[in-house]
């Protein structure tokens, strides 16, 4: 028998609202629009541009002025998009939020303007957990490392209030796989619509089948996306759509239903959807005959998933035989045309009409433009579009071992030399994924995260940049490496463009984090009632009670974090800035021995009494990191001697800026 999938909700209590803005370098700024990011790259056409930026110029984005605000501590890697919108009625008033998935299978509300967490919902349950990526690939230290949650970016209904997302779980008690989509409350985090609904259909594989796409909505309709992990069989490329009132199947589509592979993957862009609600993807891998099986090809299907058209290059068959995926990288719609473009691994750029796009032909003659060496290398995060006052219309791409380009567009075809592009070259794979922020056709800025290290499996550091979109070739405005220690993105997570909105940049990682960035000096984020790892930004090493002591007067030391309660701490908001930090495993408070107010004094554990010896204010520093200053004494709490080694103590000492006295705060 089926286990029910249960949804845990935690609905933040007391939460802190950030202070108000703090240099009056704000107060020159020009107002925020009500801007909303409700699906991948922006829009339907997946050109990756918030055009509506009135914050952020190449003027200010630099070291000295822009930087890491804040970092959301989430369970998991993240990699979905984060999604905006604003004006939500939510936490008893009206704010801007942002939505994170992990691939823990949790789903996060996050006040988009301060570090405020408003709820929390995780689909897991009575023997339900992540789907561990090594039961498909046989290892978890491949393409994806560790677990499968939600992979892929959501889709947002603001008008109704509504926010689909597809997660995988596995019942450990009988090793059975699950894809659920679920449609749940921007407020409240509650499902919706008689949601959650188990996904299936005749063929289809829960365990096999890998939903790396982002969710699109056409004509009433969620389209859902599958290809495989790393080719492992059996899998197809089917595609799901659900009615978005009702949650009622409304169509399928296998693009190789008397064949095999076709994964329909583009390196997690979600389908292109035209203003007709028709709906545009790239196949990899698989059988092609022209009549039922469509590996290797550009595909038009209808909001209900009936196929209108298709293209498939002349030598598919070599593209199959070298494992050169045309669906790499997905499908943008040029803005104002009838074009859709995309390329692959073979670094080739096909651009079609949208209206015939041509079928198969030798020679390919029947297409707009096929733009060979487009990139060096191969293709994965793909095209994004900016019309510029200066340069006119631009196409930016960075694959792999390549450099950032810039290509002219004018008006019906691509420049098949590129116009300008970048000194730096992405390391590897998969190369960078890109979003562009501007003031209408001014002020542009593109932006790129990007892996520091070949990252086709394993992890590795990442680096956000940001070059002037109309020159890139010149100085890069800014990355996060220049200023590590405030700045550092931590490891690179594939698939997630950032998301540039309203004077911030939002983005994920594998390390349990999702790092804010924007103008420093214009906000003041606080730390949320929850439960937290805490660590010491000097040592790595984990806030700790000594030997799992749980009586009073147990000393803290710091130590490697291996997940035990007694290095997971419950902080909780008294008011006026000030938190008590309570040991999950003791029950019992951080609190400064003899409320001595000397320094060196310990930090021991003891039974809550509400003395101002137990109470402390949490106060943000640089790079996500923040001190922790006790109420009694005024000294900051502070890894002895700077020490980098287990068991080493942790007293009290007056502030002296040191990174042994600075502590990030993350999901255990």
């Known amino acids: ?17 950030a202070g108000t803005m703090l240099s009056a370098l704000l107060l020159s700024l020009p107002a925020a629009r009500a801007v909303d990011v409700l699906t991948h790259m922006n829009d339907n056409n997946r050109s990756g541009a918030n055009t509506s930026e009135t914050i952020l110029t190449p003027a200010n984005v630099n070291q000295s002025t822009f930087g890491k605000l804040w970092s959301y501590a989430v369970n998991g890697a993240t990699y979905a998009q984060p999604l905006y919108v604003s004006g939500v009625s939510i936490g008893g008033g009206t704010h801007n939020v942002v939505y994170i998935e992990t691939m823990e299978d949790d789903a996060y509300a996050f006040d988009a303007d301060n570090n405020t967490l408003y709820w929390h919902v995780s689909f897991l349950g009575t023997d339900l957990t992540p789907v561990p990526v090594a039961d498909i690939a046989g290892s978890s230290d491949r393409n994806i490392v560790g677990d499968v949650g939600v992979e892929s970016t959501p889709y947002i209904d603001k008008a109704g209030g509504t926010i689909y997302m597809v997660s995988r779980t596995k019942n450990t008690s009988t090793t059975t796989y699950f894809q659920t989509l679920h449609a749940l409350n921007l407020a409240t985090g509650a499902e919706k619509l008689g949601g959650p609904v188990n996904i299936s259909a005749s063929g289809f594989s829960a365990k096999m089948q890998n939903q790396r796409m982002g969710l699109a909505l056409a004509g009433g309709n969620i389209i859902i996306s599958w290809a495989s992990h790393e080719d492992h069989t059996p899998y197809n490329g089917w595609m799901i759509a659900y009615n978005a009132t009702t949650l009622a199947q409304a169509g399928t589509f296998n693009d190789t239903p008397s064949g095999t592979q076709g994964g329909i993957w583009q390196q997690g862009r979600a389908p292109a959807v035209d203003a007709s609600g028709n709906v545009y993807v790239v196949t990899g891998n698989g059988t092609w005959d022209g009549s039922r099986n469509f590996g290797e090809s550009f595909l038009k299907l209808s909001s209900s998933l009936s196929l209108l058209d298709w293209f498939t290059p002349d030598n598919y068959s070599t593209l199959n035989a070298g494992d050169e995926d045309l669906g790499a990288s997905g499908a943008m719609l040029i803005p104002g045309t009838s074009l859709v473009i995309a390329g692959g ?40 579009y900016w019309n510029s006052a200066v340069n006119g219309q631009l196409i930016f791409d960075w694959a792999n071992s390549d450099n950032l380009k810039a290509f002219k567009f004018n008006g019906s075809t691509i420049a098949t030399t590129p116009y300008q592009k970048s000194s730096a070259t992405s390391p590897g794979s998969p190369g960078g994924f890109l979003s562009i922020s501007a003031n209408g056709t001014t002020s542009g800025i593109l932006w790129a995260s990007v892996e520091t290290a070949d990252n086709d499996s394993g992890t590795v550091a990442g680096i956000l940049r940001a070059y002037n979109a109309d020159n890139i070739s010149g100085t890069e405005l800014w990355d996060s490496q220049q200023n590590a220690s405030r700045d550092s993105v ?11 909105v ?5 983005v994920g990682s594998y390390g349990g984090a999702v790092s804010v960035y924007g103008l420093l000096g214009t906000v003041s984020p606080t730390i949320t009632n929850g439960t937290y790892k805490i660590i010491n930004r000097n040592s790595g090493l984990a806030l700790d009670a000594n030997l799992a002591g749980t009586t009073n007067g147990t000393v803290i030391d710091q130590y490697t974090y291996q997940s035990h309660s007694n290095q997971q701490w419950l902080v909780t908001s008294l008011g006026a800035g000030q938190y008590s930090i309570t040991g999950l495993q003791s029950g019992k408070v951080l609190d400064v021995t003899g409320a001595s107010d000397a320094n060196g004094a310990q930090v021991i554990l003891y039974t809550n009494h509400s003395g101002s010896n ?14 922790v200053q006790n109420v009694n004494s005024g000294k900051i709490l502070d890894v002895v001697g700077a020490s980098t080694k287990n068991s080493a103590l942790v007293d009290q000492w007056t502030n002296n800026g040191g990174n042994n006295q ?6 255990p």
């Open 1 to 17: 028998m089926k286990k029910t999938r249960n949804t845990f909700i935690h609905l933040a209590a007391g939460s802190i609202f």
């Open 614 to 627: 137990q109470e402390w204010v949490i106060t943000p520093s640089s790079g996500g990191y923040y001190t």
């Open 490 to 500: 931590g490891n690179f997570v594939k698939d997630a463009n950032p998301l540039v």
């Open 662 to 667: 600075q502590w990030s705060f993350l999901a």
């Open 502 to 506: 309203n004077g911030k940049v939002y």
């Open 345 to 384: 691994k073979q670094g080739t750029l096909f651009s079609l009409n949208t209206g015939n796009l041509g079928h198969e032909k030798s020679g390919n003659g029947q297409v707009v433009q096929s733009i060979a060496n487009f990139a060096a290398n191969e293709m994965h995060g793909g095209v994004v």
